[in-house]
């Protein structure tokens, strides 16, 4: 229950920043929030493309040694 309450609190924090100065008395920080978006992206496509790189190659070694299993498996009987 502490851990919803102080998320609530981060999230209402975050949303009051971003709100225009006449709002609320919001900081009006929405014009730094996309400037860091737009630096931050190609950096995010690069670690997600990282790893789903690593994870398909895990898949891959996993299929592979699947194959082998089968084919020890097949052979004892």
């Known amino acids: 229950m502490i851990a919803l309450i102080i998320g609530l609190i981060f999230i209402a924090a975050a949303v009051w920043t971003v709100l225009p100065a ?5 900081r009006d920080w929405w014009p730094f929030v996309v400037e860091f978006f737009k630096g931050g992206a190609p950096i995010l496509a690069l670690l997600i493309g990282i790893i789903a790189f690593f994870i398909g190659i895990a898949d891959i070694k996993d ?4 194959k082998k299993e089968e084919k020890t498996a097949s ?3």
């Open 75 to 77: 052979k004892e009987e």
């Open 22 to 26: 006449d709002i609320l008395y919001g």
């Open 63 to 66: 299929k592979i040694e699947a």
